[in-house]
């Protein structure tokens, strides 16, 4: 008769799985915010001049025109990004190690997604290229400033400022687009008067169950079609008086074809390398990028900086 004691040795006290457990990964959203250069054939740095408004003066017949000078600058933008992921593995490892195969080709995806998560980084970063701790006013409206709600948390109020930005700074109000953190998803999620529109009908129709599946808002505020990205830039700086203190950088704009904020150009795509190291028996792979991006239209950028310590 077979009982527990004597199968005791036929059982296995553990149980491992076939499969290899990932990580939880975010979509990336930013490259298509990008302009991306295509006539930047060779160099590293390329530049677009720039040309301004004519003026326009009161005349009366036999008076002489006034001529004047229209101005002019440039743009100058670089490749100087270089990134580069790499990784390696013993011959005896790949031996002796159950999950080989399913770990060795990994590296090539996860290695190009590290490079891209720096790019991701880099573009939602460019709001850097504004003057910190100012308000970078563009024709009379603010286009940097700390979060309106209490303890500089987002309010809506942030984006009805962000849009009369936009509009002051003649941006097309199409294809208006806000990436915030998600503390500031959160924030939204427990304003009473988006949440429960039965109290208030002025925003039916903007918010309904919630805010957000996924990576996207279910609808939008005030024209803005709402993302969240864990890969917003740190802010913690002062203006006009306000203090953000482990604060976020988060943007609002404009998507639209023809006044994307961002200027980009690639030198060199993710490009994967296998090096055969003989001497010390072992594979190598390496992924390496190069490419620049660059804030282009400042008009058509504004940053509110929130607290992200509020939620609880």
Do not use: C
Not at 7 to 16: F, G, I, M, Q, V
Not at 38 to 65: N, R
Not at 122 to 127: A, H, K, N, R
Not at 222 to 233: A, K, P
């Amino acid at each position: 008769m077979f009982d527990s004691q004597n199968t005791e040795a036929l059982r296995r006290s553990e149980l491992w799985s076939s499969q290899l457990k990932e990580t939880l990964q975010d979509e990336f959203q930013a490259t298509g915010y990008v302009d991306w250069l295509s006539e930047f054939p060779d160099g590293d740095t390329f530049t677009i001049p720039s040309i301004g408004d004519a003026e326009v003066d009161d005349y009366a017949e036999g008076e002489s025109i006034k001529y004047r000078a229209m101005d002019t600058g440039e743009f100058q933008f670089s490749i100087n990004k270089y990134k580069s992921s790499g990784t390696y593995i013993y011959d005896k490892s790949k031996q002796d190690g159950y999950y080989m195969d399913q770990l060795v080709a990994g590296f090539v995806p996860k290695q190009e997604r590290a490079i891209m998560g720096a790019v991701e980084s880099d573009i939602l970063g460019l709001q850097s290229q504004q003057t910190s701790a100012n308000l970078n006013v563009i024709n009379g409206a603010n286009h940097r400033f700390v979060g309106s709600g209490t303890n500089e948390i987002m309010d809506v109020k942030d984006f009805a400022l962000a849009r009369y930005a936009l509009k002051k700074a003649n941006v097309p109000d199409t294809n208006l687009i806000a990436i915030v953190d998600p503390s500031v998803e959160f924030a939204m999620n427990n304003i009473t008067n988006i949440t429960n529109m039965s109290n208030n009908a002025q925003w039916e129709g903007i918010v309904s169950d919630g805010i957000s599946t996924g990576m996207r808002f279910m609808k939008n505020i005030y024209g803005f079609d709402v993302y969240v990205s864990n890969y917003l830039s740190d802010a913690n700086e002062t203006i006009n008086g306000k203090t953000t203190e482990a604060g976020k950088a988060n943007l609002f704009f404009s998507a639209a074809q023809d006044v994307l904020p961002f200027k980009g150009a690639w030198r060199q795509m993710p490009e994967v390398e296998f090096i055969r190291d003989g001497d010390k028996k072992r594979d190598k792979y390496n992924t390496t990028a190069r490419y620049g991006v660059k804030l282009y239209r400042p008009e058509n950028l504004v940053t509110v900086l929130t607290d992200t310590d509020q939620v609880s």
